[in-house]
T-cell receptor, first 113, second 112 residues
Framework: NAGVTQTPKFQVLKTGQSMTLQCAQD?????MYWYRQDPGMGLRLIYY???????DKGEVPNGYNVSRLNKREFSLRLESAAPSQTSVYFC????????????FGPGTRLTVT | GENVEQHPSTLSVQEGDSAVIKCTYS??????FPWYKQELGKRPQLIID?????GEKKDQRIAVTLNKTAKHFSLHITETQPEDSAVYFC???????????FGQGTRLTINP
């Protein structure tokens, strides 16, 4: 099993450009999450999908959109990138909600210039 | 909403000594408290968790204690080893919520 995979691993964008971060899991998990990690700020939840067909905002949703494409895949889109979105992005999944272990992907390091 | 505070932000201990990291939470309805370890350049991984119906849980050199009255929980690492050097995150999950709220992290350094 590959677990949770993310693409790309690294990305550099110019201000105003758009991009989509891809995430997939092969553990048959119901819940999926997107976090951003900034120095000294811990892991902050952007959006989550408790189950296929549902998505909800987390702590820092502004400037992002998500799509739960199917049970395996959960993508994060930046419509118009800003320097403040420079961060490391982690996707995670869990069996059924936040009271179960979350398995993280390897992360995407995004720089917006 | 839930707020989780973690202390200290950095911690340096001698190899073989114990390390303690503390977290407080604000929502008394929170009922699940995991701890994640993140090595440099790697993804976070769960090391231990505790639920609100339990006061303490141990797994070899790692233990977590929970005080629901005071709304705080702590991670204890005994007989520290160089491979324990990492950033540790606590988190809390309010009952009925489908998300975790993380603390800011503690960078633990084990000195040989």
């Amino acid at each position: 099993n590959a677990g949770v995979t993310q693409t790309p691993k690294f990305q550099v964008l110019k201000t105003g450009q758009s991009m989509t971060l891809q995430c997939a899991q092969d553990m048959n998990h119901n819940s999926m999450y997107w976090y951003r990690q900034d120095p000294g700020m811990g892991l902050r939840l952007i959006y989550y999908s408790a189950s296929e067909g549902t998505t909800d905002k987390g702590e820092v949703p502004n400037g992002y959109n998500v799509s739960r494409l199917n049970k395996r895949e959960f993508s994060l889109r930046l419509e118009s990138a800003a320097p403040s979105q420079t961060s490391v992005y982690f996707c995670a999944s869990s069996l059924a909600g936040s009271s179960y272990e979350q398995y993280f992907g390897p992360g995407t390091r995004l720089t917006v210039t | 909403g839930e707020n989780v505070e973690q202390h200290p932000s950095t911690l340096s201990v001698q190899e073989g000594d114990s390390a303690v990291i503390k977290c407080t939470y604000s929502d008394s309805a929170s009922n699940y408290f995991p701890w994640y370890k993140q090595e440099l350049g790697k993804r976070p991984q769960l090391i231990i968790d505790i639920r609100s119906n339990v006061g303490e849980k141990k797994d070899q050199r790692i233990a977590v204690t929970l005080n629901k009255t005071a709304k705080h929980f702590s991670l204890h690492i005994t007989e520290t080893q160089p491979e324990d050097s990492a950033v540790y995150f606590c988190a809390a999950s309010p009952q009925g919520a489908q998300k975790l709220v993380f603390g800011q992290g503690t960078r633990l350094t084990i000195n040989p």
